[in-house]
């Protein structure tokens, strides 16, 4: 992954000036239609978290994957792979969370609907079991986290990862923002990881939101790295 391709086709489409401004538009029910790729799916995540995704896809070597771990129903899943080129994916959710819609026949469903869910390798399990080189074989050159956001399962998202990640990747940490509506420690894991690592972690951008579910800014935000693997 070229991180730097990646940086000046988010900035040519998002400004750095204009990271933190509400797009209204995206806030409103019904004009946001217009800018969703697959409005038909359910899910968590704004626009702008959608067309994140799909910027840093496209950036993707050919022997690299795309792996996302917590997929829900498959909107960011979806939005990521819209319009690019193909490549290896990884999926994986054990589907424990919001058990009264959340379903792996759902995923598969919204997955057939747009003609991916022979693109994917899912695992149905915890991802504690997916993250090793058996289940992922191809380097992963962009890691969507969008997992169990406690301090714990955040630092070990963050700390098995490394030993699959392309020498040069962009990992995408959601749920980024502390606070009552959400109570997520993904910073605080995330950063306990990173200050444990032999390798280079840097910050690309922090994407802010003034609430959980902020549809006209980053949901509930979201931290962008750039790994680089040091070699021994």
């Known amino acids: 992954m070229d991180t730097s391709k990646f940086c000046a086709r988010f900035d040519n489409t998002f400004p750095r000036d204009k990271i933190a401004t509400p797009t209204f538009l995206y806030g409103n029910r019904i004009l946001r239609i217009f800018f969703d790729p697959c409005p038909i799916v359910i899910g968590m995540s704004s626009i702008k978290n959608q067309r994140l995704l799909n910027i840093a896809f496209s950036c993707l070597d050919t022997n ?26 990884y999926a994986c959710d054990n589907f424990s969370q919001f058990a009264f819609s959340n ?40 890691y969507f986290y969008d997992g169990a956001h406690d301090e714990s399962s955040q630092y070990l998202a963050i700390k098995k990862v490394e030993n699959l990640l392309s020498d040069e990747a962009v990992v995408i940490v959601d749920d980024w923002r502390f606070a009552e509506d959400s109570k997520s420690y993904a910073k605080v894991g995330t ?29 509930n935000g979201v931290c962008v790295f750039s790994f680089r693997r040091r070699k021994v």
């Open 64 to 89: 690299e994957s795309y792996l996302e771990v917590g997929t829900y129903l498959g909107k960011s899943l979806i939005s990521a792979m819209l319009g690019n080129s193909e490549r290896k994916i």
């Open 103 to 142: 379903s792996f026949e759902r995923l598969q469903n919204n997955l057939r609907k747009y003609k991916l869910d022979k693109s994917v390798t899912f695992y149905n399990e915890d991802f504690l079991e997916v993250l090793n080189k058996d289940k992922i074989a191809v380097p992963v050159g962009v």
């Open 191 to 219: 950063e306990k990881a990173i200050a444990e690592s032999s390798h280079e972690w840097k910050v690309l951008y922090e994407l802010p939101a003034r609430y959980n579910g902020d549809r006209a800014m980053w949901w």
